[in-house]
């Protein structure tokens, strides 16, 4: 019975270890390896669905295949096939695997049976919507880039700034005379694909705002972190803290705000955990932050490989801070946050399968002032504007005009 005990201890002890540094290694390519391949495709979810039919002003699809994505959410969206596109809204019904939605509107011809393509990248004007990457708007240049000008025909001028790592390039959208909006891109994103920040810049631009779209380290021709992985804020926030600079000494505005999209907020929230009694900066929007890195890898863990118990979590994150030098409980700013008085703007989707949306909950238990807190549901990652544009811009509008 002793051998018996002796070998079932050693066997456990085995599966930890390897368990262990195989988990430790996915943690590794998924979220800390800054050396990716940056596609170009634009405005394609990696999830296909089927168009099983359509009538008038409806489209049922078929989203078997899609265990995430914006065809089971609500919101505005687009719908992309091989001959022609359409935009939905409502969801009429959700029978099974058949998901109804309204249609908006339909451009070209989509066929009963094709596999399809969504996107959440959309833009309006004049009450009529485009949908990035289609060919009646692909959003690029001359040159092949996607630019404020080609995304959103918003002038701006191509810059660089200073960090301690060396210089940085950016975008600086050209038209406002109250302030600056520096937009902090998410986790594997670049300056120059950071849609949110582009699709955003004419609405902040009537604000009166400018929009500087700035790299960090370990973007795509910028200065790589000395440690070779992305720290989620814990040395990004200086590229961040010399962006800031960059305008006060270039511009000097009378409102600087900070923005950060999904891994766009550990820099932030970074930045004000190392400047705590600052007043260089206004306010802060953030759309489905990372403000702890850590909690993002156990929930999409779980949702991953939900056959790892979750006693064998802490192991995985012992394994990968051992393995790769790192130490996941500083890359956790949300005290920070909560004692931070710079006014802050929150959009966060119950629905987000990649960002938790209990870290923002988080927040708005423990933060008593100078938080606004808009919890969409049914919304996923970073698609706030498409479940109600008209709100979210509101909702902007009257943040910026609440700042003293």
């Not at 096939?81 to 011809?109: C, F, H, M, P, Y």
């Not at 959309?122 to 009646?136: A, R």
Request: aromatic share 12%; proline share 4%.
């Amino acid at each position: 019975m002793k051998k018996v005990i002796t070998g079932i201890g050693i066997l456990l002890l085995i599966g930890i270890l390897g368990g262990g540094w195989f988990f430790s290694g996915v943690t590794y390519e998924v979220g800390l390896n800054p050396e990716f391949e940056n596609t170009s495709e634009v405005g394609v979810a990696e999830d296909r669905v089927t168009i099983e039919n359509i009538s008038q002003g409806t489209i049922s699809l078929n989203v078997e295949e899609e265990m995430w994505g914006v065809m089971l959410e609500d919101g505005v969206y687009g719908v992309l096939g091989a001959n022609g596109s359409a935009v939905v809204n409502k969801i009429i019904s959700l029978e099974g695997d058949i998901i109804t939605r309204e249609i908006l509107q339909l451009n070209g011809k989509l066929e009963v049976g094709e596999r399809v393509a969504s996107s959440a990248l959309l833009k309006i004007e004049n009450g009529v919507y485009s949908i990035l990457g289609t060919d009646d708007y692909e959003g690029i240049d001359e040159s092949g880039k996607y630019t404020p000008k080609s995304v959103s025909n918003t002038d701006y001028e191509y810059i660089e700034y200073e960090s301690d790592l060396g210089m940085f390039p950016a975008y600086l959208t050209s038209k406002g005379d109250t302030g600056v909006v520096i937009f902090v891109h998410g986790f594997r994103g670049a300056f120059e694909r950071d849609f949110t920040a582009m699709l955003r810049a004419p609405d902040f631009e009537s604000l009166g705002f400018r929009s500087m779209i700035i790299s960090y380290r370990n973007d795509a021709n910028a200065p790589k972190d000395p440690s070779g992985l992305y720290q989620y804020g814990v040395t990004e926030w200086i590229d961040l803290d010399n962006a800031i600079k960059y305008v006060e000494e270039n511009i000097n505005p009378e409102k600087i705000v900070l923005w950060g999209t999904s891994g766009g907020g550990g820099p932030v929230t970074s930045w004000l955990q190392n400047n705590p009694n600052s007043d260089r900066v206004d306010g802060i929007i953030f759309e489905a932050p990372v403000i702890s890195f850590w909690e993002s890898v156990e929930v999409n863990g779980k949702a991953r490989y939900p056959f790892i118990p979750e006693l064998f979590f802490p192991y995985i994150k012992l394994f990968t801070e051992i393995r790769y030098g790192v130490d996941f409980d500083t890359m956790d700013f949300r005290d920070a946050l909560v004692k931070s008085e710079v006014p802050v703007l929150l959009f966060h989707g119950d629905d987000d399968e990649w960002v938790p949306v209990d870290m923002s909950d988080y927040i708005a238990a423990n933060r008593r002032t100078n938080f606004t807190y808009i919890r969409m549901s049914n919304v996923g990652h970073v698609t706030s504007w498409n479940a109600d544009p008209v709100r979210y811009i509101f909702e902007i509008k009257k943040f910026l005009e609440s700042l003293k």
